[in-house]
């Protein structure tokens, strides 16, 4: 069965830290990645996806994601991480199915 | 922009009775799809529609029922509700081109349900 893996579930880095947040999914057919932010209280928000083509993929608020087929890993990164940046992200895999992770908390402290 | 609409936000309810939740997508978006996020828990798809047909079932249970309408909204019919259906429901939409193709889904805000 189709699967999702997201390797913390809770990160915790200081303002201008570098972020990267695993994702690791299983399934062997063509995918169309996401990650999903949602930040407290509020509803989930695209941060960006990859459909087909160049595998790093650029984002909204200045995260970047890189598809590594060959791992089958699509970690979201971004070189300097604001409080506002406190959030749990999602990945989210579409291959035979949609599919979310289990997210990862983040929490930057000012 | 418009955005994804539920309603209601919040719902509280009993045990055995049933609840319908509606999702009303952006405009022009022809497919809706509905989710569960327990506590803690990531969200869980349940069910979507394209075109006011089902297209892709997921985690939903027997007890639970959704349909697409006419002008594209959608309603999440729940009966004979237990505890463990207290989670937020989530309904997004998108515009796609068939069974099997997720494009980008916009999120509404969701509906916290309280079945106590």
């Known amino acids: 069965a189709q699967s999702v893996s997201q390797h913390n579930h809770h990160v915790i880095l200081s303002e201008a830290a570098s972020l990267e947040l695993g994702c690791n999914y299983s399934?062997?057919?063509?995918?169309?990645l996401f990650w999903y932010v949602q930040y407290p209280g509020q509803h989930l928000q695209l941060l960006l996806k990859?459909?087909?083509?160049?595998?790093l993929v650029k984002g909204i608020k200045g995260f970047e994601a890189e598809f590594i087929k060959s791992k089958f890993s699509f970690n979201l990164r971004k070189p300097s991480v604001q409080w506002s940046d406190t959030a749990e992200y999602f990945c989210?895999?579409?291959?035979?199915?949609?599919?979310f992770g289990p997210g990862t908390r983040l929490s930057v402290l000012p | 922009a418009a955005g994804v609409i539920q309603s209601p936000r919040h719902l509280i309810k009993e045990k055995r009775e049933t609840a319908t939740l509606k999702c009303y997508p952006i405009?022009?978006?022809?497919?809706v799809y509905w989710y569960q996020q327990g506590p803690g828990q990531d969200p869980q798809f349940l069910i979507s529609f394209y075109e006011k047909m089902q297209s892709d079932k997921g985690s939903i249970p027997d007890r639970f029922s959704a349909q697409q309408f006419s002008d594209y909204h959608s309603e999440l019919n729940m009966s004979s509700l237990e505890l463990g259906d207290s989670a937020l429901y989530f309904c997004?939409?998108?515009?796609?081109?068939?069974?099997?193709?997720?494009?980008?889904?916009?999120f509404g805000p969701g509906t916290r349900l309280t079945v106590t």
């Open positions: 989210a895999v579409y291959g035979q199915n949609f599919v």
């Open positions: 997004a939409s998108s515009t796609r081109g068939g069974r099997g193709d997720f494009y980008e889904q916009y």
């Open positions: 990859y459909f087909s083509g160049d595998p």
């Open positions: 399934y062997g057919g063509t995918v169309n």
């Open positions: 405009p022009r978006h022809d497919t």
